[in-house]
Nanobody, 122 residues
């Protein structure tokens, strides 16, 4: 079993930065893909970024160049560095894990964190 615990969310002014963390516990060696998703009120959940076991990354067009996904395997922790934040980035951010390579946003993820709120004010 795998448990994911996010942290690092908060409220920030537009243009500011936040770093989200996702700590993974359990049988983490079997995870091949980890991702960040977000969901704003009244909107569908959308993929933000993914990283696989080989270090390959993928970003949504809306965050590319501003967000960076990374992982520290020794700490079993996933990160999302968010810079130049915009009000439209306001959402609940979720960490997810999958037992296969990253392919698309529609891929099924087996494990999800509880979410951490990011609020960006103008």
């Amino acid at each position: 079993q795998v448990q994911l615990v996010e942290s690092g969310g908060g409220s920030v002014q537009a243009g500011g930065s936040l770093r989200l963390s996702c700590a993974a516990f359990g049988t983490t060696y079997s995870i091949d893909c980890m991702a960040w998703f977000r969901q704003a009120p009244g909107k569908e959940r959308e993929g933000v970024a993914t990283v696989d076991s080989d270090g390959n990354t993928m970003y949504a067009d809306s965050v590319r160049g501003r967000f960076t996904i990374s992982q520290d395997n020794a700490k079993n922790t996933l990160y999302l560095q968010m810079n130049s934040l915009k009000p439209e980035d306001t959402a609940m951010y979720y960490c997810a894990a999958r037992y296969a390579g990253c392919r698309s946003w529609a891929d099924q993820f087996a494990h999800w964190g509880q979410g951490t709120q990011v609020t960006v004010s103008s």
